[in-house]
């Protein structure tokens, strides 16, 4: 009875962190599918809004900063594709994975210059403090509530870019650039946009991820690996591959830290080497002909 309890609730902390892992490299899927770039700075931009929401908690409440943090990150996100990413665009495709990978280092220094090298204490919020136990599974009230609020931003993702009018520009703009263009579409704001809304994505994730994880200027580092692991398994591009591959690293580092922990820092790899056998392009990656 132990054990299964055990495995019930490692399996339902592994959701968990799998649909963290999905919020983040669902934000890095869109930008690459958009712009086919590969976001070496997105684990900063999750990073900045675990800062943010730390700045913004005392004031605004957990549920505030859980609003603006993401909306700052956003913003940020906006600026940096308009000053920095869009003179790239015709240019050497590596010059953005360079220019990413810098942006990165400068985010992380930035914040040890103004929240400090040393780690942060982020309480959980007291709205979700306690556990709950559902038949043979025992989970915080805080996990199963980042369980719930990344489900209903993940949903809101999909409609957006499904049913609705912008979000059909932006699927076309990803596979015809140039067809979009001739129909007199500004395709350089929807680049902005698209860059702007990953980076919220990104913040988002990094206040819901803030209680659990410890706030230090290198937490972009645990975030960025998992997230491109992610996005390689379940295929460049692929919402719906972010998705399963997310779930399926988490639960995979989940119950390898509760039976075998000192291969958990791994197994993720591990798991991206044997998807990459069988499937070259992920679980769910297609011919994206702008890139090849």
């Known amino acids: 009875m132990l054990d299964t309890m055990l495995i019930a609730s490692q399996l339902m902390n592994g959701l968990v962190l799998g649909f963290l892992y999905v919020l983040i490299a669902v934000g890095m899927s869109i930008i690459f599918g958009m712009l086919g770039l590969v976001n070496f700075a997105h684990g900063a931009f999750f990073a900045l809004g675990a800062y943010f929401a730390l700045s913004l908690s005392p004031y605004l409440g957990f549920a505030g900063a859980l609003v603006a943090a993401p909306l700052l990150v956003g913003l940020i996100g906006l600026i940096v594709e308009r000053t920095l990413l869009r003179p790239l665009y015709d240019k050497e495709p590596l010059l953005g994975?360079?220019?990413?990978?810098g942006l990165a280092l400068f985010i992380q220094e930035l914040i040890r210059t103004i929240w400090g090298s040393m780690g942060h204490p982020f309480d959980t919020p007291s709205m979700f403090s306690g556990f709950l136990q559902m038949g043979p599974v025992f989970v915080t009230q805080y996990r199963l509530a980042v369980l719930v609020i990344t489900i209903v931003i993940l949903?809101?993702?999909?409609?957006?870019?499904?049913?609705?009018?912008?979000?059909r520009i932006v699927r076309a703009g990803s596979r015809d650039p140039d067809m979009v263009s001739m129909l007199g579409i500004n395709l350089k704001r929807v680049f902005t946009f698209i860059f702007g809304l990953g980076c919220l994505l990104a913040g988002a994730a990094g206040v819901l991820a803030a209680p659990l994880w410890s706030v230090v200027p290198t937490m972009a580092e645990q975030a960025i690996m998992p997230a491109f692991v992610v996005v390689v398994i379940g295929g460049l591009g692929s919402l719906r591959g972010a998705v399963v591959a997310g779930l399926m690293v988490g639960i995979a580092v989940a119950m390898t830290i509760q039976f075998w922990s000192v291969a958990s820092s791994s197994v993720m790899y591990v798991l991206m080497i044997i998807v990459l056998l069988l499937f070259p392009r992920g679980l769910f990656g297609e011919r994206w002909?702008?890139?090849e």
Do not use: D, N, Q
């Not at 994975?97 to 990978?101: G, R, S």
């Not at 949903?155 to 979000?167: D, N």
């Open 97 to 101: 994975l360079v220019l990413t990978f």
């Open 155 to 167: 949903i809101a993702v999909w409609v957006f870019l499904e049913k609705t009018p912008y979000g």
């Open 289 to 291: 002909e702008r890139f």
